[in-house]
């Protein structure tokens, strides 16, 4: 990226940018748990509600976004929860890497102890070799949990990273 990359909380006025992301990673169904025919009301339902959601911009242009919540409610609450969809032409330069940094200093700012990430699908190489670099570790795998459209069913893991005394 030759513009410095920046993260901002979303609005919606930014949700056609955020659409052209998440649309052709849902039609994909490669790598999130989503219905391959949601509708762009759905999708923006989807990641608008419960969740903080932000963006990832360089040259005035979304090329990121991703969202942030508690895991759980009460007792579990101070584990925090993304997800991250980054758009195809700006895959490959570390916008995901950013996106992470910024949700885990968004989680300690507001008193997180963890980030779980609940579903990572196996063979979504790229992904899993991004969060173990950014310290997270495989906690669990979900056997043949994800019907992926090209290669059957491949298992998920759950991922997760402390946050306390982690620089």
């Given at each position: 990226?030759?513009?410095?990359?920046?993260?901002?909380?979303?609005?919606?006025?930014?949700?056609?940018?955020?659409?052209?992301?998440?649309?052709?990673?849902?039609?994909?169904?490669?790598?999130?748990?989503?219905?391959?025919?949601?509708?762009?009301?759905?999708?923006?339902?989807?990641?608008?509600?419960?969740?903080?959601?932000?963006?990832?911009?360089?040259?005035?242009q979304?090329?990121?976004?991703?969202?942030?919540?508690?895991?759980?409610?009460?007792?579990?609450?101070?584990?925090?929860?993304?997800?991250?969809?980054?758009?195809?032409?700006?895959?490959?330069?570390?916008?995901?890497?950013?996106?992470?940094?910024?949700s885990?200093?968004h989680?300690?700012?507001?008193?997180?102890?963890?980030?779980?990430?609940?579903?990572?699908?196996?063979?979504?190489?790229?992904?899993?070799?991004?969060?173990?670099?950014?310290?997270?570790?495989?906690?669990?795998?979900?056997?043949?949990?994800?019907?992926?459209?090209?290669?059957?069913?491949?298992?998920?893991?759950?991922?997760?990273?402390?946050?306390?005394?982690?620089?």
């Open positions: 990226m030759t513009d410095a990359l920046t993260i901002r909380t979303a609005t919606r006025d930014d949700s056609d940018a955020i659409w052209r992301i998440l649309e052709p990673v849902i039609r994909a169904g490669e790598t999130w748990a989503l219905p391959r025919q949601m509708t762009r009301a759905q999708a923006l339902a989807y990641w608008f509600d419960d969740h903080e959601v932000f963006v990832a911009e360089t040259g005035g979304i090329v990121g976004t991703y969202f942030f919540r508690a895991n759980q409610q009460g007792p579990g609450a101070h584990v925090g929860n993304c997800g991250y969809m980054t758009a195809a032409h700006a895959q490959g330069r570390g916008v995901a890497r950013a996106m992470c940094a910024h885990i200093a989680a300690r700012s507001n008193g997180f102890r963890a980030i779980q990430f609940n579903f990572v699908v196996s063979s979504n190489a790229r992904a899993v070799a991004a969060w173990q670099s950014m310290g997270f570790d495989i906690v669990g795998r979900l056997p043949e949990a994800f019907a992926h459209p090209a290669l059957g069913y491949v298992d998920v893991y759950v991922m997760f990273r402390r946050l306390e005394n982690l620089a």
